[in-house]
């Protein structure tokens, strides 16, 4: 059967692991190469690594830190940041990643999705997408969440979807950091929307959380950041709580 | 070299060198198809579109060279798939070497199929060592059914091939480079494979 996944994710600034509240007041949690290999060996199903200043500096996101996780660690690894070429894809790739995610740059030119998609296959095209409600309408953001667009998520997702994206990682900015719960209305709508795997972000604080994002927001993919960064909770300790809850996981 | 892997422009290789570093053993990256032919073991990666892959793979002429081979080959992913009859991505006519032919998932599953799942009635010492129902590493829109060559097999919505083998061609759909340390193991069976295994 295939698992549920727990996905920890490593944002980076200047070398570093940082973690904000609602995308801003960034604090250090430490070197990522350090906690990509112990979160692989405490069972990690993947890891997501976004360069987070890089679209704002406007630069390529750090190759060298990329190779570095990528020799050792053995579990997949998805690559974001900055990214928005053909070029910028194949260099990620050959870098080791295995899959890259793509945000803003997909929304300024969707073609990039069915290029990207036609060369590298559908299955490594990862569609970021940062949303918040706007008048009680979720609205995608670029930028790091820091622009608002007039696009609507729902019908942003069912377009990277037929554009050719293999999965959507989507984070709730009004959930991000809060440690209050994931979107879960708004992602088992986006379940409904798609048929595509999507990976639920923002809002991870408690097992609970994780729980209750598989069961009612139907997620396939699970990711958090300062939860395991700070210790507040162990993800081989989280699997061993979902899989006596009923969710497959991989022990 | 001992190992080589077929570098044909298509994806994560880099991810497979890595793997095959953790074990201890460099590899080298080529298209060079006399250095394919003189190694002891060949890798097929891929990750990618099959009918792109699959030109790819004709402009180096290496289409003519892969099926000769008589030392042990592994396709992984988009190189198993590339390795049976046929494939109905991109109506791509394949290697021949797995009789089977390469199927997209209903869309009543949620395509691709990504993330971890479970190999069982596992065959041949490609698994030594490995568990039933181990977990590895699937990231695919596109399948191979159930077949005489099937040395493995997983679930999603249905069985389906997880892993081929004819004479000295092996395919895995899954990742093993990724797998952790099952996957590991595998990749390292894949390089102990005995002689008696790799004659045509």
């Keep these: 059967m295939l698992t549920k996944r727990i996905i920890p994710c490593l944002d980076i600034k200047n070398g570093r692991t940082v973690k904000g509240v609602n995308f801003v007041d960034l604090k250090d949690a430490g070197d990522p190469i350090v906690l990509a290999k112990k979160y692989a060996q405490l069972g990690a199903d993947e890891l997501v690594f976004l360069d987070i200043s890089a679209t704002l500096e406007g630069r390529s996101t750090w190759l060298q830190t990329v190779l570095e996780i990528a020799k050792e660690i053995n579990i997949p690894f998805t690559v974001g940041g900055g990214v928005r070429s053909v070029a910028d894809v194949n260099m990620l790739l050959q870098s080791g990643a295995d899959k890259v995610a793509i945000n803003s740059a997909a929304i300024k030119n969707p073609e990039l999705i069915s290029l990207l998609a036609k060369k590298f296959g559908k299955q490594c095209i990862v569609i970021a997408i940062d949303a918040k409600p706007i008048n009680g309408i979720w609205k995608v953001h670029l930028a790091g969440g820091t622009k608002a667009t007039d696009l609507d998520l729902f019908d942003w997702a069912k377009t990277v979807e037929n554009l050719g994206a293999g999965e959507i990682l989507f984070t709730s900015m009004a959930h991000d950091g809060t440690k209050k719960g994931f979107a879960n209305k708004a992602l088992a709508a986006l379940s409904e929307t798609v048929n595509i795997p999507i990976i639920a972000s923002g809002g991870a604080g408690s097992v609970a959380d994780f729980i209750t994002v598989f069961k009612s927001g139907k997620a396939d993919a699970a990711l958090a950041a300062s939860v395991f960064h700070f210790n507040t909770i162990q993800i081989n300790q989280l699997k061993q709580m979902l899989h006596q809850h009923e969710i497959p996981v991989r022990l | ?200």
């Design chain 2, 1 to 200: 070299m001992d190992v080589v892997i077929i570098d044909y422009g298509v994806g994560n290789v880099k991810s497979i060198e890595f793997a095959l570093n953790r074990l201890g053993v460099q590899a080298l990256l080529t298209q060079d198809a006399d250095t394919i032919k003189a190694a002891k073991r060949v890798i097929l990666p891929g990750v990618g579109e099959a009918s792109s892959a699959m030109k790819n793979l004709e402009t180096c002429e290496l289409h003519r060279v892969i099926p000769n081979l008589k030392q042990p080959v592994l396709g992984i992913c988009l190189g198993m798939q590339l390795m049976c009859n046929y494939t109905d991505e991109g109506q791509t006519k394949g290697l021949k070497l797995f009789n089977t032919d390469v199927k997209q998932f209903p869309n009543s599953l949620k395509v691709p199929q990504m993330g971890w799942n479970t190999i069982n009635n596992l065959k041949t010492n490609l698994f030594k060592g490995i568990k039933p129902n181990e977990y590895m590493y699937l990231v695919h829109s596109y399948y191979a059914p159930i077949c005489s060559e099937t040395i493995a097999q997983t679930t999603y919505g249905f069985p389906y091939a997880s892993a081929l083998q004819k004479n000295n061609f092996y395919g895995v759909q899954f990742h093993p480079e990724r797998s952790g340390h099952a996957g590991e193991q595998i990749l390292k069976n894949f390089l102990e494979l005995p002689e008696a295994n790799c004659k045509p």
